[in-house]
Structure formats: C-alpha cells, structure tokens
C-alpha cells in the first residue's frame, strides 16, 4: 500500500468518524425509555456480578446502580440509563482492576 | 504484510517465552526472606528507629503525636474496653464452661501465637474465629467480629501477652505457604476506585499524611490491635480496620473473617514475627 | 456499679497534677443510629473538682467534647494524702462523683 493512498484512507476515516458520531446523535430519541433503562440495568448488573465473583466490587459502582433504580423508580429514565451505564463502567473498569492485578501485584512486593 | 506478520508473530513469541520463564520462576514463596526483606525496608527508611518502636505506628514517625499518645497512656481510652474484656471472658457460658476451656494455657498470654494454620481444616485461624468458634462450641450466639465484644475480648487477651514477641508459625504444608502466599498478595494488591493496595499506604508513605492521618508503617501494624480509635470512639478488631479500610478506597468489603483477611493477618502477623504485642492500643 | 471516674492526683512541690477520664457517651444530639433515628444529646455538663472545699477546676461542656473524655490540668496547693473530689453533671440529669488521695 502506497504512502499516498494510505493518507488518502485516513483523510478519509477522519471525516467519517465524525459523520457516524453525528448521525449517531441524531438517531438517539430524545428520551431514554424503560426498556432501554432494564437492558442498561441487566448490564450494569451483569457485570457487578463478574465483579463480585472476582471479589472486587467498588463501592461507588453499588451508588450508582443504586441511583440508577431510584431514577427510575421516579420514572426519570434518562438519568436512569446514564447511572446504569455508570454503573457498567465502573464494573468493568473493577474487572479490569481485578484482572491486571492478578499479575500487577508483584511490581510493590518488597524484595 | 508478510514482513508485519512475522514480526508481529516474532513479537508475541518473545512475550508467551517471558510469560512461561517468570512463570517459572513463581517458585515456591520463601516466607523468611520476604520478611528479611519486609523489615530491611522500614529499618532502612527510618535509620532513627529500633525494630520494636515500629508497634507504635505513627506515633514511633511523629513526635508531636508521640507526646500526646504516651501522656495518654498513663490513662488509656482503652481502659473501658479492657475492663469489660476482662469481665466477659471470666464470665461463664449458659453451660457452665468458659473461654479459657477452649485456649491453651487459659486463654492468657497465648495471642502472639494468633494466627496460625490449623492443618486439620487446611485453613488459617484468627484469634477473632477461635474466639467464635469458642462460642459456637458451647452454644452461646454469634456475636460480630466487627462489634465492641469481640473488640473487648481480643484487647483483654492482647493484654495478656504486652511485651510477647510475635511467634506465628508456617508449618511446612503447601496450604499453609499457599495462606501465606494469598495473605502477601492480597496485601500488594490494588483495589477499589482509589487503586490503592495496602502497600501503598503503609509501605510507600508511612509517616505521611493522609488527610490529617499519619500513616502507619506495616512492619508492626498488627501487634497493637485491637485499638481505640478516636475516629471510631470506641475499641474496635482487626476485623474492623480490614472491612473499613476496603471501605475507605472505595472497594466493597468483603465479609468480616473472610479467607481473604485472615490470610492477610497472617501474612502481615508473620511478617510482624519477632515484634512485640503491644496491644490493646490509641490510635487517632 | 463501677465508677465512670478514673483520677489521679499527684503534688509535686507547690503544684499538684490532676488527670482524669470519664467514661461516658458525650453524645452530641447530631448523629444518626443505624435505623436513622438520632441519638438524643446525652453530654456531661458541668464537671467540677473540689479540693479543700473549694472548687480548683471547673469544666462547662458541650456538644464538642468527645466520648470519653479526658481532662489534665494542675493547681496550686494539694498536699499528699488530702482528698480531691471529682463530680460531673449531664443533661439527662444523671451525675457521678468519685474521691482520691492525692499522692
């Protein structure tokens, strides 16, 4: 593949990226539903889960799947959506933790 | 593309060899050199102190904290605590017996044996599970391993050995090293949001400041459990600085005398070996 | 019952030494139990102590001072073998009192 062309490619994905995120946008409906809200949740709490197997649960990923229930408890499921996928994240980013560390740990042993 | 290929392929060889020679090389734990090395290292960063002044935590790393402690001392807060550790553990069970049935030599002098690993069970025990088990044995009800009885108890019979040096024992068995090697490596190991490990508090900073806390070193930390803590008003177990410690980084504890914290206590009690009990113990 | 009042009294030339703890909740009236009820304000008031008949030390407290408190302070006077009284006071109207021999 030549430079030129290869250049041309990235010109091009630069000015597509930006195309999907905005179509993206437009494409989400203004208001989240409940059906979103319960896949998020199930999501969030799939991976707490995975967490928890791995005994490694943070407090703040509890808040927020805890939030996330209470907003939709009030019917608020934007901010519903939002906590669940906060949630997730932290999950996940937990899971990271616990996986990386399987190893990490020996770089702080005093030898 | 050919070329990316064996050098991507040459690249992840390199790293599968690494992995299986370090992998070989996690032979098996050499517990009195980790804990030669443990203690080279606090001896090492603070040259002004002696091995035992360590039990004293950050009050061994501040002066000002220093004096006000040992003021203090002459009338502890944990003398309540005592007190009533000492009535509770006379008092008899339901059926007649008591705690000193179920400890060697009474009960009295004995914590600096605590933990050790009951080869029976293939599992390490804590003087907090012996002092349950001890219930449970003669039908009294459960009590918590984080409340102000069990902080009682296991300050009156830290008492009983201020001065013993710690003495815990690996026996040669491949589950007590593997206790001992979850123990160290939970201890290393990062958690909660913060990412903190133990270590890095307690090796890294000690006599740092934590917000308004001074940072205890590790070497020693255990011998002057269970403490008063002026943060908690009260007396509390070892139980309660593991569980509340997870808390503060932002991970989730997890149950009190889980596996997890008692191979911890008897990683760090081990490493502690030699050290003397100073318990029960102020903190701020 | 046993005493809330631990004390000590030491003279030492014209000076005498005092140092007590007192066992006791010092409840400030502002924290939640586990239930999310507030633990009602139960905090010693006024805490004196007495020497000759006369009072050397003594304490107006509040909501501030902590649980089991502990207080040292030194007075001019106090002779070996002479009493020195401490009493204290709460809101909840209870009170305790306990007597030493200075040494």
């Not at chain 1, 062309?5 to 989240?32: F, H, K």
């Not at chain 2, 392929?9 to 734990?29: E, H, N, R, T």
């Not at chain 3, 030492?12 to 939640?32: R, W, Y």
Request: glycine letters at 6%; proline letters at 5%; aromatic letters at 10%.
């Amino acid at each position: 593949m030549s430079m030129i062309g290869s250049i041309a490619q990235i010109r091009l994905c630069c000015l597509l990226v930006p195309m999907w995120l905005i179509a993206g946008a437009v494409s989400v409906p203004a208001a989240g539903s409940e059906t979103e809200f319960k896949a998020a949740y199930a999501a969030a709490e799939a991976a707490e889960k995975e967490a928890g197997r791995l005994r490694n649960r943070w407090t703040v990923t509890e808040a927020a799947l805890i939030e996330a229930k209470k907003a939709a408890d009030r019917g608020d499921f934007d901010q519903a959506i939002s906590s669940a996928k906060e949630a997730e994240a932290l999950a996940k980013a937990s899971i990271f933790q616990a996986e990386s560390e399987k190893d990490a740990w020996k770089n702080l042993e005093m030898r | 593309m050919r070329s990316r290929l064996k050098l991507a392929l040459a690249a992840f060889a390199v790293l599968a060899l690494s992995a299986i020679s370090s992998a070989g090389a996690a032979d098996k734990p050499d517990p009195v050199a980790d804990a030669s090395a443990f203690r080279n290292y606090f001896v090492k960063k603070f040259p002004s102190l002696k091995l035992e002044d360590f039990v004293n935590g950050p009050y061994a790393l501040n002066e000002d904290m220093r004096r006000q402690w040992l003021e203090k001392e002459q009338f502890p807060p944990y003398e309540f605590s005592l007190e009533m550790g000492k009535e509770l553990f006379a008092r008899p069970f339901a059926n007649g017996k008591h705690y000193a049935d179920c400890f060697p030599h009474q009960g009295i002098g004995i914590r600096q044996n605590y933990p050790y690993f009951d080869e029976k069970e293939g599992k390490v025990v804590t003087l907090e599970l012996a002092l349950s088990r001890c219930r449970e044995a003669n039908g009294e009800k459960v009590i918590s391993f984080v409340g102000e009885e069990m902080a009682a108890l296991t300050a009156y019979m830290a008492f009983t050995s201020r001065g013993k040096l710690f003495d815990i024992n690996i026996p040669d068995d491949p589950r007590a090293l593997d206790a001992y090697q979850r123990g160290k490596r939970y201890f290393y190991t990062r958690r909660g949001q913060l990412n903190f490990s133990c270590a890095t508090c307690h090796v890294q900073y000690p006599g740092e400041r934590m917000r308004a806390e001074v940072l205890a070193p590790a070497v020693g930390i255990l011998n002057a459990m269970p403490i008063y803590r002026s943060e908690w008003g009260g007396m509390g177990t070892i139980s309660r600085r593991f569980t509340t410690c997870d808390s503060q980084i932002r991970g989730v504890p997890l149950e009190p005398q889980a596996e997890e914290y008692r191979d911890l206590e008897y990683y760090l009690s081990y490493v502690s070996n030699g050290l003397p009990i100073s318990g029960p113990g102020a903190r701020p | 019952m046993a005493s809330s009042i631990r004390v000590r009294a030491i003279a030492s030339g014209e000076i005498t030494e005092v140092q007590t703890l007192i066992q006791h909740p010092m409840d400030s009236g502002f924290v939640k139990d586990d239930k999310g009820e507030i633990i009602p304000a139960h905090f010693i008031q006024e805490l004196t102590f007495e020497y000759d008949s006369r009072k050397v030390f003594v304490a107006d407290w509040g909501t501030a001072v902590s649980k089991d408190p502990y207080v040292k302070f030194s007075f001019k006077g106090g002779n070996k073998g002479d009493d020195l009284k401490v009493s204290w006071i709460d809101n909840q109207g209870a009170a305790d009192t306990a007597t030493v021999k200075i040494q």
